[in-house]
């Protein structure tokens, strides 16, 4: 019976229902015949695992507040902008010849444009980091 007319199903539709859930009945035996006892205890092993590891994920506030943090517009260009620059370092770090150290190698170094911004940047977390860790401990955390 059709439920919205309340008329009988014309036969083809039962044979076609008939026909996909012997379709679906075949896939599962198929299933259970490719998996040996051995692969079902690994991967309830495995799946018992991972829902431990995402319970003690989710209950770590830290990360929470991380993932919080990533999510933001700016966050996204600053890991978007620092994959780049991995990238453009590992490039050029291949590729260029060995630093020969030293204090001239220093103020070579010192001299290019992206030393003293790097440097800068840097200080700025470690202010900032530390600001943070500060109040954190203040507050009791």
């Given at each position: 019976m059709?439920?919205?007319t309340?008329?009988?199903?014309?036969a083809t539709d039962y044979e076609n229902d008939l026909q996909r859930l012997g379709e679906l009945a075949s896939l599962v035996a198929a299933a259970q015949?490719?998996?040996?006892?051995?692969?079902?205890?690994?991967?309830?092993?495995?799946f018992s695992e991972g829902i431990t590891l995402l319970d003690r994920l989710t209950r770590n506030e830290g990360l929470m507040r991380l993932l919080q943090v990533l999510?933001?517009?700016e966050c996204q260009y600053v890991l978007t902008s620092l994959a780049d620059a991995i990238t453009q370092m590992s490039r050029e770090l291949a590729t260029a010849p060995p630093a020969k150290g030293g204090f001239g190698g220093l103020l070579k170094l010192a001299r290019?444009?992206?030393?003293q911004e790097g440097l800068r940047a840097l200080s700025m977390?470690?202010?900032?980091?530390?600001?943070?860790l500060r109040e954190l401990h203040r507050h009791g955390g």
């Open positions: 059709n439920t919205r309340d008329t009988p199903l014309p015949d490719a998996l040996s006892d051995d692969m079902v205890s690994r991967l309830a092993s495995a999510d933001r517009a290019e444009p992206g030393t977390l470690g202010k900032y980091w530390n600001d943070s």
